[in-house]
């Protein structure tokens, strides 16, 4: 009782369609993930903005452990692989776009969702997004079934996103500095509004960089909660391009860090990191063992 208290874990307001979203859904509830898989396709190559901790070779980081590059599926072949993948691994009840750039970014990415839904109306839609593009996105989302939604979300203070990120292109115009963080925030924040009015389920990753935002996360669940986000999910920083000599935090850090804002939001504490093309339950992956 005392745990339901201090991690708020339901709302009660939550209708039955958006509890399957969350009671099936393997990176939204712990329990679901022992039970039901989820199948990342890997179709969005680009990206619109640049982290200080992404080397672009690599999947994007917010969702995905770098270092591991997908092969970059075309969308039909997409249709084939979810079919094989669902035939033979019933449990997989997610259909995901996760990078290995932005997907909102690629119009891959929509091209994806249509055949998706055509396809296998059945399974749940998820997607994640750095969220600069979301607002004028997410009625699209809507349309073609997406109930499960990412978007990272480092800071909420221009000051702060500044030293996170090197620059935003927005429709073509490179943002540099507070004003490209700033521009970033708004969508964000925008964005993630209009999904929760289109009553996705949201949650939002937030990058742990100490010394930079490590103070901030807290104003970030604050102001995310009041907008509806079910769930936030601490990615401890992997030092690596502009933020090489960060010290990452430990898995004590991270721990405490939970609590403290398991008091103001949900956390996911069972992330695992995955590769922008994983299939399986979180931790079994099974991607091998199906051919394309
Ligand atoms: S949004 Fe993802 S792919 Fe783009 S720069 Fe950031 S971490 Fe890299
Ligand atoms: S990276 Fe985390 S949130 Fe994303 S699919 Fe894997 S477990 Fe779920």
Do not use: W
Request: net charge neutral.
């Amino acid at each position: 009782m005392e745990e339901k208290k201090k991690n708020i874990p339901f709302n009660h307001n939550l209708f039955a369609s958006q509890m399957r979203r969350i009671k099936e859904h393997p990176c939204f509830s712990e329990q679901a993930c022992h039970l039901f898989g989820r199948m990342h396709l890997a179709v969005a190559p680009r990206c619109n903005i640049q982290c200080n901790y992404c080397i672009r070779d690599f999947d994007c980081v917010n969702e995905s452990r770098p270092g591991v590059c997908s092969r970059v599926l075309k969308p039909e072949e997409a249709v084939f692989y979810v079919r094989k993948a669902i035939k033979d691994f019933p449990y997989i009840k997610v259909i995901a776009i996760a990078g290995p750039g932005e997907p909102l970014y690629n119009e891959e990415t929509f091209e994806t969702l249509e055949l998706m839904k055509e396809n296998f109306p059945h399974q749940m839609k998820c997607l994640s997004t750095n969220g600069l593009l979301l607002p004028e996105k997410a009625e699209r989302l809507n349309d073609l079934n997406v109930g499960n939604l990412t978007v990272t979300v480092n800071s909420v203070d221009p000051k702060i996103g500044a030293k996170i990120y090197s620059f935003v292109n927005y429709h073509g115009k490179i943002l540099e500095g507070e004003e490209g963080a700033r521009v970033l925030m708004e969508k964000q924040l925008e964005g993630i509004k209009k999904a929760i009015e289109y009553k996705m389920i949201v949650k939002v990753n937030t990058v742990y960089i100490p010394g930079i935002n490590d103070e901030h996360i807290i104003e970030i669940a604050k102001r995310v909660k009041e907008l509806g986000v079910y769930m936030q999910n601490l990615i401890p920083l992997i030092p690596q391009y502009k933020f090489e000599d960060i010290e990452p935090p430990t898995p004590e850090d991270v721990e405490k860090k939970q609590e403290e804002l398991g008091e103001v939001l949900k956390q996911m504490t069972h992330c695992r990191r995955c590769r922008a093309d994983a299939i399986g339950r979180l931790g079994y992956d099974v991607q091998d063992q199906i051919q394309l």
